[in-house]
């Protein structure tokens, strides 16, 4: 999963992983290490390398380019 992924902070990675086919709400990977703000700012960056996207009800999916 990692060798096909461009470059990714140790921050993007947690958000990534957290996150498969199934949406998932952005206030769901909120914890105790980030923020609602800092998931948000990360699943921006994720969606701007194309590697999630943003569905219906504020949830969020990997994009098959993600499929390795």
Do not use: F, H
Not at 4 to 16: D, G, I, K, N
Not at 44 to 65: I, N, P, S
Request: proline letters at 4%; hydrophobic letters at 40%.
């Amino acid at each position: 999963q990692s060798s096909c992924l461009p470059q990714l902070s140790p921050e993007e990675r947690s958000v990534y992983s957290a996150l498969g086919y199934e949406p998932v709400l952005a206030d769901s990977l909120v914890s105790e290490e980030l923020s609602a703000s800092a998931v948000l700012r990360i699943l921006t960056k994720l969606e701007m390398k194309g590697l999630v996207r943003k569905v219906a009800g504020g949830k969020y999916v990997l994009t098959d380019r993600a499929e390795i």
